[in-house]
């Protein structure tokens, strides 16, 4: 016990789990922050073939987010996107974002900004649309999951969409 290396291995190894059980917790809170509301989902609804809407009654107010996913015409890989978002006209909607994933791969993030459609000229716009391109899988597997994210003056809003192209 006197020898200085195992001291020192010692304390390595409880200042790394330290880190580690701090990262944990840290995550862990960042999931279940009153800041993030998570939004409900029906599992079953594939977005590529039909609508499929998250929504919340959030301090009285029904909130919704709603997504569809259509192949692009002359591309294999981009995916058009549009979400429309309802209920979030008090707090005001400063950016919707997107990024696919694909649970049990290790796949890179890929994120992708939703542009406001100004058309309807309203004041906090509730049709949005983005366009991505997909990671080719090697697996061939194709059950990808959409996670919406909108950031509002007043809290953040997450919703998850299963989707799958045959």
Not at 148 to 162: C, G, M, N, V, W
Request: aromatic content about 10%; some cysteine; overall charge negative.
């Amino acid at each position: 016990m006197n020898n200085k290396y195992f001291r020192l291995l010692i304390m390595t190894s409880v200042i790394i789990l330290a880190l580690i059980f701090v990262q944990d917790f840290g995550d862990f809170l960042d999931e279940n922050s009153d800041k993030i509301v998570k939004l409900g989902v029906n599992p079953h609804c594939n977005a590529a073939s039909s609508i499929c809407s998250a929504s919340i009654i959030n301090e009285g107010d029904f909130q919704r987010l709603s997504l569809n996913i259509k192949k692009a015409k002359n591309s294999e890989s981009e995916y058009l996107l549009a979400v429309t978002a309802v209920g979030f006209d008090f707090e005001g909607i400063e950016s919707i974002s997107v990024s696919f994933e694909m649970p049990g791969e290790g796949i890179e993030e890929n994120t992708a900004l939703f542009s406001p459609d100004k058309s309807l000229q309203q004041v906090v716009p509730e049709n949005w649309n983005a366009v991505l391109r997909l990671p080719s899988i090697s697996s061939g597997r194709t059950d990808w999951l959409a996670v919406i994210r909108l950031k509002s003056t007043i809290k953040e809003y997450r919703a998850q969409f299963p989707f799958h192209f045959k």
